[in-house]
């Protein structure tokens, strides 16, 4: 598997954070060209600088991380925490994949994965704006999935929860007592899952094996949902 991602050109978002320096980590030791991007990708011009001045693009990884506002009720969400869910994951999401795809439909080859989350696969109060916004990317790669896919380009999405990433699962909150009793009622392996378990399964959907996945949301929560 991994001798089919060397020396392929990839692109990893927000490459400083959420899943970032996993997934720059693994797609390097296999052997590709990582193009790591950490600057901010909230306007269209910014999205349309990273897609033009990378060149060839073999796989484009969508990892946006954004803050979760859990706990505040949906009659206290103001319009401002709605609108930046949005903004943060899934305009600029839509941007770099309508950006990115044209070259590969051209090349009728490409690879384009998502970097989600399972929270809407499980119904969860008071995290509304998060549940929507990530909602929302789980139904658009199942639209540009079946859009795309008679032009041997592959968009699938990784939807997880409970894996270890500095921006939701920081060390002092890993040693909370509160937090490990959690874990260990909520998840059925009792445990989180290691960052190179989750990039395990991106290369895998990088690779020429996985051309028959097509717009699937994955989820990888330890059996937490389904």
């Not at 060397?6 to 959420?18: E, F, G, L």
């Not at 899943?19 to 193009?35: E, K, L, N, Q, Y």
Request: glycine share 6%.
């Amino acid at each position: 598997m991994y001798e089919a991602i060397k020396n392929k050109r990839v692109i990893v978002t927000h490459a400083d954070r959420y899943m970032g320096p996993a997934c720059v980590d693994s797609f390097t030791s296999a052997g590709a060209h990582v193009i790591a991007h950490g600057a901010d990708l909230s306007s269209e011009h910014a999205c349309a600088e990273l897609v033009e001045s990378a060149g060839a693009i073999d796989v484009l990884i969508v990892n946006l991380a954004a803050p979760n506002h859990y706990g505040t009720l949906v009659t206290e969400m103001g319009e401002a925490d709605w609108q930046e869910m949005f903004d943060l994951l899934v305009h600029p999401m839509h941007r770099l994949v309508r950006l990115t795809l044209p070259q590969m439909i051209d090349r009728k080859s490409g690879k384009i994965i998502v970097f989600g989350s399972a929270v809407p696969l499980r119904p969860m109060g008071r995290l509304c704006a998060y549940s929507a916004a990530r909602g929302a990317q789980i139904s658009y790669v199942k639209s540009v999935g079946a859009e795309v896919a008679r032009h041997n380009v592959q968009v699938n999405l990784i939807a997880q929860n409970w894996v270890e990433n500095p921006a939701y699962y920081p060390p002092e909150l890993q040693e909370n007592p509160k937090f490990q009793k959690n874990l260990k009622e909520q998840v059925p392996l009792g445990r989180l899952a290691k960052p190179e378990e989750d990039t395990a399964l991106a290369l895998f959907l990088a690779s020429d094996q996985s051309d028959f996945f097509v717009g699937q949301a994955i989820p990888f929560s330890g059996g937490w949902a389904s």
